[in-house]
């Protein structure tokens, strides 16, 4: 009897060493990424679809929406100051958020950080409709910002787990039309909710919240994902929590300081350059840390060896340039050179999002169609340098029909250009790195949008200030000028007001014609880019059969 209960009470150890050994070793080992592509049927794709267009909706009209009103909002809030960063908060931190949503996408599953964006969204647009100061509005946006940029990201990224390369094309180019729709009619909506009455802006930011709770009542119900298996120990373990606040910090601090300069504050100032150069070396160290220092980077130094995926991104920060240069200027350019009313000025942007909704959609098809995008790339980047420079060309003089003509040849060359891109640099590498890939084009995208408006901003206001100085009026009314001339007009009248209008629009005609023609010629780099470093990808996969095939079988599981 003794024998035996040794002989158990030996078993018994033994089997608890070996469950601390198993433990230990499931510590010590990596975890390993779970695969989410699945290529489900035509219905499902519909469905999930669906979902993703509402998505796409809610974060991009977002941001437009505020475009034609900023001012009236400012003046509500005596921003002051503070006005530029009211726009500028968003976009800084949706920049600086970008690169996270890549890993944590593959770490926790795209449909769990679309709830968590989601979430935050929503938490950002009731606080920016209850904000009672500029201080208050701005700490609200930076907040919208974090899950506006990702919103777009993580959908895209779902879109491309569900659909075969050479389909994606068909799909990605109707979420482009959700995006020229989106913007096309932010604006309208924008500029028609403030001026209704003195609290009306608010609605801009209310009317995201039930918006935000049906897409997410989508989210929920439309979009039957592959889940993620796995220990949440071991997902967390395997973000990159160093490489984050390195790239967080890094872009925070250099988005600052490309945002400040010659806006706020002076290009040559101390905060300028120190936020640069700080921005800069923090931004090395993050380089070197993905190099050397992580298993598992945010952004693997790898997949810069495809040209594609180089060529993508720089074509992407040239696209982001000129699209937001276009969307904040352009009606800024109609008020202050032909003295459109606010609403007329949104309207004209309607020729260029109306025609980027065709040429997206169309672009996307003939990708599906003959399983080439480089021909649409490079025809999109010609058309945008084209109408663009047709756009330097305008004047006082010029009439209706050539404004809207050189609107569609621009909106041509934004619709062809955004989608196939993404097709393209998504075929440039395997499919376990498509999230992070899409997301380096986003940011690299926002990253560009981002430089584009501080360039544009100061162009414009060295050219107004050189204009005002002249003129020996009251510094407080040349700050106001300086930030919105809109404002200060529609407040003075007179003969005072018009000398100094009669001063400025030669200034603002220049500054915007300059403004132009820089973006002509980064297009026709882009195009230069495009042939060089976009060569053609075959996007038929041999396995796209199997796992269309496993996709079936999953939904027949998932229904049972």
């Not at 989210?219 to 790239?247: F, H, N, Q, R, T």
């Not at 999002?353 to 990708?367: N, P």
């Not at 009026?473 to 930030?483: G, Q, V, Y």
């Not at 007001?497 to 005609?509: N, S």
Request: glycine share 8%.
């Amino acid at each position: 009897m003794d024998r035996d209960a040794r002989m158990e009470d030996e078993k018994r150890a033994n089997q608890s060493q070996t469950g601390s050994e198993n433990s230990l070793e499931s510590e010590r080992k990596p975890y390993e990424f779970n695969e989410q592509t699945n290529y489900v049927p035509t219905s499902t794709i519909i469905t999930i679809f669906l979902a993703c267009s509402a998505v796409d909706f809610l974060a991009l009209i977002d941001q437009t929406t505020l475009a034609a009103s900023l001012t009236i909002v400012s003046n509500a809030l005596n921003a002051g100051d503070e006005q530029a960063w009211i726009a500028s908060a968003y976009f800084v931190t949706s920049t600086c958020f970008q690169l996270l949503y890549g890993m944590l996408s593959d770490v926790l599953a795209r449909k769990f950080v679309l709830l968590i964006g989601l979430g935050i969204f929503f938490i950002g647009s009731l606080g920016a409709s209850l904000s009672q100061t500029s201080i208050q509005l701005i700490v609200f946006r930076a907040l919208t910002g974090v899950a506006g940029g990702g919103l777009v990201t993580v959908a895209q990224m779902i879109v491309s787990d569900i659909v075969p390369l050479r389909e994606r094309g068909k799909y990605q180019g109707i979420l482009g039309a959700v995006v020229a729709l989106a913007h096309a009619i932010g604006p309208l909506v924008g500029g028609a909710l403030a001026a209704s009455d003195p609290s009306g802006w608010r609605w801009i930011f209310r009317m995201n919240m039930p918006l935000t709770v049906l897409t997410t009542c989508c989210a929920i119900w439309l979009m039957p994902l592959k889940k993620v298996e796995g220990d949440w120990k071991l997902k967390l373990k395997a973000i990159d929590w160093i490489g984050a606040l390195l790239s967080l910090g890094g872009t925070t601090v250099l988005v600052l300081g490309l945002t400040w300069g010659g806006a706020q504050k002076p290009w040559n100032s101390a905060a300028v350059i120190a936020s640069i150069v700080v921005g800069f070396f923090v931004s090395v160290a993050f380089v070197l840390w993905q190099w050397k220092g992580t298993k598992h980077p945010l952004v693997p130094l790898h997949i810069f060896k495809s040209k594609i995926v180089n060529g993508a991104c720089l074509t992407m920060a040239v696209n982001g340039w000129n699209f937001l240069v276009q969307v904040y200027y352009i009606p800024s350019f109609y008020q202050l050179v032909y003295d459109y009313s606010a609403v007329k000025s949104a309207s004209l942007l309607l020729p260029i999002t109306l025609m980027q909704t065709a040429a997206s959609t169309l672009s996307g098809l003939v990708v599906h169609w003959t399983g080439r995008y480089r021909e649409a790339i490079l025809f999109g980047w010609a058309c945008w340098a084209i109408g663009l420079g047709l756009f330097s060309t305008l004047s006082g003089h010029s009439d209706l029909g050539k404004q809207v003509g050189y609107a569609l040849l621009t909106g041509v060359g934004v619709g062809c250009t955004l989608q196939p891109a993404l097709v393209a640099i998504q075929a440039g590498v395997e499919r376990r790195q498509m999230a992070v890939v899409t997301s380096f084009r986003n940011f690299a995208r926002n990253f560009g949008g981002t430089i584009g408006l501080a360039v544009a901003g100061t162009i414009l206001n060295n050219l107004v200030r050189n204009s005002v100085t002249s003129l020996n009026i009251d510094p407080n009314d040349t700050a106001i000028i300086l930030k919105s001339p809109e404002a200060y007009f529609s407040s003075h009248s007179g003969a005072e007001a018009d000398r100094i209008q009669q001063a400025i629009i030669p200034a603002y005609r220049k500054g915007f014609r300059i403004i132009f023609l820089i973006g002509a010629a980064l297009a026709a780099v882009a195009f230069v880019v495009a042939f060089f470093l976009m060569p053609q990808i075959e996007l038929d996969r041999a396995d796209d059969q199997k796992l269309k095939e496993e996709g079936k079988r999953w939904k027949e599981d998932n229904k049972a």
